[in-house]
């Protein structure tokens, strides 16, 4: 492990969340604490934390490094703090609802309704937010609504592809194996051509399991397709993960802004002055995102309780 691979793991380790907040709790007053699973989950509910918190108290934010993190500084923290609701607590729901996973239930703990927060961007209306915001084109350009028609189509058929990786990763996880989510290589898997079409890559599913699981065996398809019909009838953003339906929503973007630049292409071409990628795309889209109710809720009942 290198130096800096030490520090990050610090930073971010039970331990130092422990040790961060005992440093920056005061007891009496109205600041608030927050906890999150990483920093991309801090960067998008951070803005509408402060808006809402205003000029109540301080704000002191912590990146747990994961939802065990997060859990871990709940049992740390609710025995600790005079009110439980000076402190949030954010995380993923994942696969839980699939897994039968228990979490403690507290008014301070808030829990996205779909996989993760990532889910949330990738929807015919951030495409209209994108198209308008990012590329600078006008919202009245006709050439938006078949945009949208043909990222509905796309999306489909994402969601058809990734549906199966999904009940692969379940039925794996409940026969207690491994899976190394992060390590999947989705291009891969899935194609988004150059007219917009998704396309399933030839053997790119057997390409999933090989690279994200384990060696102690794998499940098989029948299982895998029993598996399938159960989670075909949730909401798909309930069950795919985020990262990977924003990996879809980046490759369409791309696409749909190539397309756009083309010498044959009629109409205005997009002015953004860079593209958009994974390694951007939480900032881009995060900053533009218009929370519902569930969060604006979560937040201000327990503000109203300090």
Known sequence: MSF?????????????????????????TKD??????GDDDRAFFMPEIRRRVGSLGDIHDFSCGGKRGVLEAFEHVSVRIDNIRRALFFLDKDLD??????TPDSESIFITQCYSIENLWVTEAELRRVWAEFFRLSSRDERLDMACHEFKRAYQRFVAIALTMMAWVIAERRAARPVRLNDANL????????DLAVRKVNGGLREFRRVC???GGQSGWRVVRKVRTEIEKVPAKTVI????ELWFFVRFLNRLEEALRRKDSAG????NRVSMSLANAVD???????????????????????
Request: glycine share 6%; hydrophobic share 35%.
């Open 4 to 28: 800096l691979d030490y520090l990050r793991e610090q930073k971010s380790s039970p331990v130092s969340v422990r040790h961060q907040f005992t440093l920056a709790y005061k007891a009496g």
């Open 32 to 37: 608030i604490y927050v906890f999150f699973e």
């Open 97 to 102: 609802d699939f897994l039968d996973v228990d």
């Open 187 to 194: 291009a891969r898997v899935v194609s988004v051509d150059e």
């Open 213 to 215: 699981g384990s060696n």
């Open 241 to 244: 993960r985020g990262k990977y």
């Open 268 to 271: 205005s071409k997009p002015r």
């Open 284 to 306: 881009l889209l995060a900053s533009r995102y218009v929370f519902g109710d569930d969060v604006k809720d979560f937040i201000d009942g327990n503000l109203s309780q300090i």
